[in-house]
């Protein structure tokens, strides 16, 4: 079993549409849940980050972390034409001593914005 | 400024053949990672350098594969000996470390090797 489950879609939704992606994951140690966005032959790229249960919201993008259920979802409000991408939920345990941390991946969701 | 950058964008080459991979990353970063990514797959973890240093190798998938960075700046990933399922999307990404522990980590556009 992965240790970050995310569906790979894909997902198409019409302009305008509310879109809620969604990981699950094993490993409790855990505290650093990110989103990346990744358009066709490019790099990743950071939506959002948080390390609380809750929500953060940046514009149309809101990032929920539910540490009890080991479950994260990204939504999308009023979702355009260019959010068309692949996005990818990422997360990492504290190792503050260490440095940094090694971010685990799940497969990527392909989303798809018809106008 | 300047983003990551990976060279080459694309690279076709024969099994059993070498092939280097490189990455500048942005000016003052001092952590230096490398994924892989595989059709249908997740990136994958493969090696992380702070400084010139490599403290975290455990994702190589064998001893095929190696790393080296210079002058805390470029890095280059060496695959010998090449086998098909090789054949990725090799992501480099580097960040500052904060005091916290923790920094965002910028992705470069990746080298898309396949393996004949």
């Known amino acids: 079993q992965k240790e970050v489950e995310q569906d790979p879609g894909p997902l198409s939704v019409p302009e305008g549409a509310i879109v809620s992606l969604n990981c699950t994951y094993s490993n409790s140690a855990f505290q650093y849940f990110m989103w990346y966005r990744q358009y066709s032959r490019k790099g990743p790229e950071l939506l959002m980050y948080t390390y609380s249960s809750g929500n953060k919201e940046d514009g149309r993008f809101t990032a929920q972390v539910d540490k009890s259920s080991k479950y994260i979802s990204l939504f999308i409000r009023d979702s355009q034409p260019s959010d068309s991408a692949t996005y990818l939920c990422a997360m990492t345990p504290w190792e503050a001593p260490r440095g940094f941390q090694k971010l685990v991946f799940g497969t990527g969701t392909r989303l798809l914005v018809s106008p | 400024g300047a983003g990551v950058s990976q060279s080459p964008s694309n690279k076709v080459t024969e099994k059993g053949k070498d092939v280097e991979l490189r990455c500048d990353p942005i000016?003052?970063?001092?952590?230096l990672y490398w994924y892989r990514q595989s059709l249908g797959q997740g990136l994958e973890f493969l090696i992380y350098f702070q400084g010139n240093s490599a403290p975290d190798k455990s994702g190589l998938p064998s001893d095929r594969f190696s790393a080296e960075r210079t002058g805390g700046s470029v890095s280059t990933l060496t695959i010998q000996r090449t086998q098909q399922e090789d054949s990725a999307v090799y992501l480099c990404a580097s960040s500052l470390i904060s005091r916290a522990g923790y920094g965002t980590q910028y992705f470069g556009p990746g080298t898309r090797l396949l393996v004949l």
């Open positions: 000016s003052g970063h001092t952590a």
